[in-house]
């Protein structure tokens, strides 16, 4: 009982009598400000479980053992996998770089082992963007597609954790773009590109417009998004700019020849009458009256000695 008065007198006692949470990425930063349909694609790429391709799951909760016939439960637990920078180059199928231990010799230790899945270059075909590509694929990759009837089917059908892959998420979200587009790429031959819509539509019903646009992004590039909208959005006009054609209306109201008249284009501060302000400045500061009040005043004029 004193414990928990304890933590009550400290500034975060209430969070920490049910355990400390150590704040996330979506809970800091920019990465707060991303919107739900990028966590959307996060937990389905990071937080949902893939399908199992390094071992067989058991369909069963309980099992008898071999030797001892003793009944203990089942556990499907996934091995631990290392996606290599490679892998997101290329499209892998799900898999990835296994770490474990061998033993090569009974009398000696075991030894640190990698297993590396085995990879070739392939050409693949995708309808809706009408483009050969030739990327780093496995056997199981190609034999997915094959399943599926189709490279598009193939990443329309799977899960971004299936896909694995940042180039796979990629070419994802470009097909789905190019379906929300109506195929441009058929643009020319309208009687296939129907044909390739009414295969197609049937994907974009699981997502908005905003979730195809956030879509496929890695953490980095989804801040480095974010940032280039807030940017473009706000705006921000440099304080140079923005005082300089505050003096020139004011010298313009006061009725001084050198800084011009007052035009209606110009009576708002625009970055594009910048250009007017400067000659008008020049012309100002070119004055040979050493005893004006604005030549005293700027202090970036040329002084007379």
Not at 8 to 30: E, H, M, T, V, Y
Request: aromatic letters at 8%.
């Amino acid at each position: 009982m004193p414990q928990r008065r304890l933590m009550c007198l400290i500034w975060q006692g209430a969070s920490l009598l049910n355990g400390f949470k150590r704040p996330g990425r979506f809970d800091k930063g920019l990465g707060a400000q991303l919107p739900d349909a990028y966590k959307k694609f996060w937990r389905e790429w990071k937080l949902t479980k893939p399908a199992a391709v390094h071992y067989i799951p058991k369909e069963s909760e309980w099992e008898r053992d071999e030797v001892t016939h003793a009944i203990k439960p089942v556990q499907n637990m996934p091995l631990p996998l290392i996606d290599t920078p490679e892998s997101h180059q290329g499209i892998w199928g799900g898999e990835a770089v296994i770490k474990g231990f061998q033993k090569r010799h009974q009398t000696k230790r075991r030894v640190p082992h990698f297993w590396v899945p085995t990879l070739r270059r392939s050409v693949v075909h995708s309808q809706v963007l009408n483009e050969y590509m030739s990327v780093v694929v496995t056997e199981r990759t190609l034999e997915q597609i094959h399943e599926c009837h189709g490279f598009d089917h193939y990443l329309l059908k799977n899960m971004a954790c299936d896909l694995r892959s940042a180039l796979a998420l990629k070419l994802k979200r470009e097909v789905l773009k190019a379906l929300q587009q109506g195929c441009p790429a058929w643009a020319a031959e309208p009687k296939q590109q129907e044909e390739v819509l009414k295969e197609y539509n049937k994907y974009l019903a699981s997502y908005t417009p905003e979730e195809i646009d956030w879509y496929g992004h890695t953490f980095p590039e989804a801040i480095r998004k974010l940032r280039n909208e807030i940017q473009a959005a706000e705006k921000v006009l440099p304080h140079k700019l923005e005082f300089r054609s505050k003096l020139i209306e004011s010298l313009r109201e006061a009725g001084i020849k050198e800084a011009g008249k007052l035009d209606s284009k110009e009576a708002l501060p625009n970055v594009e009458h910048k250009d007017a302000d400067i000659e008008a400045l020049t012309k100002l500061e070119s004055t040979t009256s050493s005893s004006s009040w604005l030549s005293k005043m700027n202090p970036f004029g040329k002084k007379e000695t």
